[in-house]
């Protein structure tokens, strides 16, 4: 690529600010064996160079707040900057976790009063918000299964079963868990099929992982049905709450049968993703496992809430601290600006959208699945591709030429051609109506001149990358020459 890196731009002797020299010698402060033996080959550049060249790089980022962002199951909603002040005010930013808990009331406060509303939304007992993601909040969950299901003498329970439908994290917690993937082929209609479980279950059985709605975008109607199944034969059930946007204020997976479910805080409630930068996948569990919750646990004594490290039966910590705080206080300040009525309405909105969507565009894309949706719906490129030669990636290419991010593509793996859309309930109709127009000209495109989708997208920066090699030879670092 042509654009200059900041080693093309060195040159010796450039600077930013001159920091005063400490009054001390290096050695003094820092022992010998960890100084290093020559100064590190950074580039050589001015300030102004350097907030240039990332305010560039910045700009060929897609975000959110750029525009329409339909990314399927990671519910890109628009987060509102409200939330980034609270949460940037230094009482919160700048508090150091060790503070002692007597000169930090407020902010135990904060994560008691959301552990009671994420427990009230989800039909739990209890809630930890020490998970940092919602692949730890997996992770969590099962540590904690697998504490009760040892506790109980019941420790030769080594399968997990897993719907084909089910989002690749969920094969990846079972594995580090220690146990066995068991996949559960989903039935015609897109959903769990209690028959198809019945086989699957037995007594070495510690779980089943269920997505509701699923990653098609559907409710599992039979669900109580399952829950029995499934503790009927000594395991626990549990619930991948990805998709938490579709049921807010409207079914709880505490009242599903569900004996422990994730948030994923930066999903549902708001905190800027998609980056790799910090979320949390808090969890709810049933009274029972409560116990085996991640160390310490708030709790209130003589009037004063505090940490409770005293938990023989917690599975540890799985993350430093408390979690990630300023996350936690994003979602607080989001459930205390929507209220129960205005959560309810989020998941009426997300889901209208997504149907509106479906609706749309049933004509111009195959619908594997007919029949209304949750907050998603996937649809597929396969007759087009039939027709044209022209693939779901070429669509999703395509959409960067319109300044639209591409839906999930490829995924879930049940379904060929799989475009996986979730508009979510922070867009406008007009956003949603320009969407779908793109997608039938696109559709139209695809037959008239599929040359255009193959070679797309044409507009952005980085025109279309090898991705087979991106993946198998990253190239990670600037080398010379
Ligand atoms: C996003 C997602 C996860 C994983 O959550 P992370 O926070 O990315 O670890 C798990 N399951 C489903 C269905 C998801 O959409």
Same mark, same amino acid.
Not at 103 to 127: F, N, R, S
Not at 142 to 154: I, N, S
Not at 188 to 210: K, Y
Not at 399 to 417: G, K, Q, R, S
């Given at each position: 690529? =042509?654009?200059?890196?900041?080693?093309?731009? =060195?040159?010796?002797?450039?600077?930013?600010?001159?920091?005063?020299?400490?009054?001390?010698?290096?050695?003094?402060?820092?022992?010998?064996?960890? &100084?290093?033996?020559?100064?590190?080959?950074?580039?050589?550049? =001015?300030?102004?160079?350097?907030?240039?060249?990332?305010?560039?790089?910045?700009?060929?980022?897609?975000?959110?707040?750029?525009?329409?962002?339909?990314?399927? =199951?990671?519910?890109?909603?628009?987060?509102?900057?409200?939330?980034?002040?609270?949460?940037?005010?230094?009482?919160?930013?700048?508090?150091?976790?060790?503070?002692?808990?007597?000169?930090?009331?407020?902010? &135990?406060?904060?994560?008691?009063?959301?552990?009671?509303?994420?427990?009230?939304?989800?039909?739990?007992?209890?809630?930890?918000?020490?998970?940092?993601?919602?692949?730890?909040?997996?992770?969590?969950?099962?540590?904690?299964?697998?504490?009760?299901?040892?506790?109980?003498?019941?420790?030769?329970?080594?399968?997990?079963?897993?719907?084909?439908?089910?989002?690749?994290?969920?094969?990846?917690?079972?594995?580090?868990?220690?146990?066995?993937?068991?996949?559960?082929?989903?039935?015609?209609?897109?959903?769990?099929?209690?028959?198809?479980?019945?086989?699957?279950?037995?007594?070495?059985?510690?779980?089943?992982?269920?997505?509701?709605?699923?990653?098609?975008?559907?409710?599992?109607?039979?669900?109580?049905?399952?829950?029995?199944?499934?503790?009927?034969?000594?395991?626990?059930?549990?619930?991948?709450?990805?998709?938490?946007?579709?049921?807010?204020?409207?079914?709880?997976?505490?009242?599903?049968?569900?004996?422990?479910?994730?948030?994923? &805080?930066?999903?549902?409630?708001?905190?800027?993703?998609?980056?790799?930068?910090?979320?949390?996948?808090?969890?709810?569990?049933?009274?029972?496992?409560?116990?085996?919750?991640?160390?310490?646990?708030?709790?209130?004594?003589?009037?004063?809430?505090?940490?409770?490290?005293?938990?023989?039966?917690?599975?540890?910590?799985?993350?430093?601290?408390?979690?990630?705080?300023?996350?936690?206080?994003?979602?607080?300040?989001?459930?205390?600006?929507?209220?129960?009525?205005?959560?309810?309405?989020?998941?009426?909105?997300?889901?209208?959208?997504?149907?509106?969507?479906?609706?749309?565009?049933?004509?111009?894309?195959?619908?594997?699945?007919?029949?209304?949706?949750?907050?998603?719906?996937?649809?597929?490129?396969?007759?087009?591709?039939?027709?044209?030669?022209?693939?779901?990636?070429?669509?999703?290419?395509?959409?960067?030429?319109?300044?639209?991010?591409?839906?999930?593509?490829?995924?879930?793996?049940?379904?060929?051609?799989?475009?996986?859309?979730?508009?979510?309930?922070?867009?406008?109709?007009?956003? &949603?109506?320009?969407?779908?127009?793109?997608?039938?000209?696109?559709?139209?495109?695809?037959?008239?001149?599929?040359?255009?989708?193959?070679?797309?997208?044409?507009?952005?920066?980085?025109?279309?990358?090898?991705?087979?090699?991106?993946?198998?030879?990253?190239?990670?670092?600037?080398?010379?020459?």
């Amino acid at each position: 690529m =042509s654009e200059p890196t900041l080693f093309d731009l =060195s040159q010796p002797g450039k600077r930013c600010t001159r920091m005063p020299r400490p009054e001390r010698a290096a050695e003094e402060l820092v022992p010998t064996r960890h &100084l290093r033996a020559e100064a590190p080959a950074l580039p050589e550049v =001015s300030e102004p160079e350097i907030a240039r060249h990332y305010a560039r790089l910045a700009a060929w980022n897609f975000n959110v707040d750029r525009n329409f962002y339909p990314l399927g =199951s990671c519910t890109m909603k628009y987060n509102p900057r409200a939330h980034e002040a609270i949460a940037a005010d230094p009482g919160w930013a700048r508090l150091h976790p060790a503070t002692p808990d007597e000169c930090v009331q407020g902010a &135990l406060e904060l994560i008691a009063e959301l552990e009671t509303w994420l427990a009230a939304i989800l039909g739990m007992d209890a809630v930890s918000l020490q998970p940092p993601a919602g692949a730890a909040g997996e992770f969590t969950s099962l540590r904690v299964f697998r504490a009760w299901h040892d506790a109980r003498g019941d420790a030769a329970r080594t399968r997990v079963i897993v719907p084909d439908t089910a989002h690749g994290t969920n094969p990846a917690s079972v594995a580090r868990c220690g146990w066995e993937v068991t996949v559960l082929p989903s039935g015609e209609d897109g959903r769990v099929s209690p028959e198809a479980l019945a086989d699957a279950l037995g007594d070495d059985v510690a779980a089943l992982m269920l997505t509701n709605p699923n990653t098609l975008g559907l409710f599992e109607t039979r669900v109580l049905e399952i829950a029995e199944m499934v503790h009927d034969a000594g395991a626990l059930m549990y619930c991948d709450g990805a998709n938490l946007n579709a049921l807010l204020g409207h079914a709880r997976p505490g009242d599903m049968g569900f004996d422990a479910v994730q948030v994923n &805080l930066h999903k549902t409630f708001s905190t800027p993703h998609g980056g790799g930068g910090p979320g949390a996948g808090p969890i709810g569990v049933v009274a029972k496992l409560e116990p085996f919750l991640p160390a310490p646990r708030l709790v209130e004594r003589e009037g004063a809430l505090g940490w409770d490290w005293d938990r023989p039966q917690s599975i540890g910590k799985v993350q430093a601290w408390f979690g990630n705080f300023l996350i936690a206080v994003r979602a607080w300040a989001y459930i205390r600006a929507m209220g129960a009525e205005g959560l309810r309405r989020v998941t009426e909105d997300a889901v209208l959208a997504a149907n509106y969507v479906r609706g749309a565009l049933r004509d111009t894309l195959d619908l594997p699945y007919p029949g209304a949706c949750m907050h998603e719906c996937v649809l597929s490129a396969k007759t087009l591709a039939g027709e044209t030669g022209v693939r779901a990636a070429d669509i999703a290419k395509r959409l960067l030429d319109y300044d639209i991010h591409p839906p999930t593509m490829y995924f879930p793996l049940v379904v060929d051609e799989a475009l996986m859309i979730e508009p979510t309930e922070t867009e406008s109709k007009a956003t &949603l109506d320009r969407f779908i127009a793109v997608m039938r000209e696109i559709a139209r495109d695809a037959a008239e001149h599929p040359e255009l989708l193959h070679d797309a997208p044409h507009s952005t920066p980085v025109r279309r990358v090898d991705e087979v090699t991106a993946a198998r030879k990253p190239v990670l670092r600037w080398r010379e020459g």
